[in-house]
């Protein structure tokens, strides 16, 4: 391997979560500021998003970690509400179970935090920076 191809592979590694197969096939799972480690688990916020914005009372959302001492890090989901629900206790146990059922237990959102709105860029892109950022 030439130098520039060997510092090329060192630069996807360290932008992006990637893994190769038996058939040596490289598989692109995410950006590795968008993994959340947790516990001995990889998550990506795509799929937990994706799952979340299955349920009606999603109207969008944004999945970060949150560092915590015994796993690691802990999937937090921010979510804005549409109209015609209302922020409850059960609410938050609800889309908790829902992403258990479309997903697997581990990718659950320990933390829910409920918003008016996101913070996007110009373009309309989450700033999940943001999001990271701001205390539970």
């Known amino acids: 391997m030439t130098k520039t191809l060997g510092t090329m592979a060192y630069m996807i590694q360290e932008m992006?979560?990637?893994y190769?197969?038996?058939?040596?096939?490289?598989?692109?799972?995410g950006r590795s500021d968008d993994i959340i480690k947790?516990?001995?688990?990889?998550?990506?916020?795509?799929?937990?998003?994706?799952a979340l914005m299955e349920h009606p009372c999603v109207l969008e959302?944004?999945?970060t970690g949150v560092l915590d001492e015994i796993r690691g890090a802990v999937?937090?989901?921010?979510?804005v509400l549409t109209k015609e629900y209302q922020l409850s206790p059960e609410l938050v146990i609800k889309l908790q179970n829902h992403v258990k059922?479309?997903?697997t237990p581990?990718?659950?959102p320990r933390i829910i935090k409920f918003v008016k709105e996101l913070?996007?860029?110009?373009s309309g892109k989450i700033k999940r920076k943001e999001i990271r950022e701001t205390r539970n």
Do not use: L, M, Q
């Open 119 to 122: 913070p996007k860029t110009i």
């Open 101 to 103: 059922k479309i997903t």
């Open 106 to 108: 581990y990718k659950y």
């Open 16 to 18: 992006y979560h990637t």
């Open 61 to 63: 959302c944004a999945i």
């Open 38 to 50: 947790n516990s001995s688990y990889r998550v990506g916020h795509y799929e937990v998003e994706s």
């Open 20 to 29: 190769k197969d038996e058939e040596r096939y490289i598989w692109f799972v």
């Open 75 to 79: 999937i937090k989901a921010t979510v």
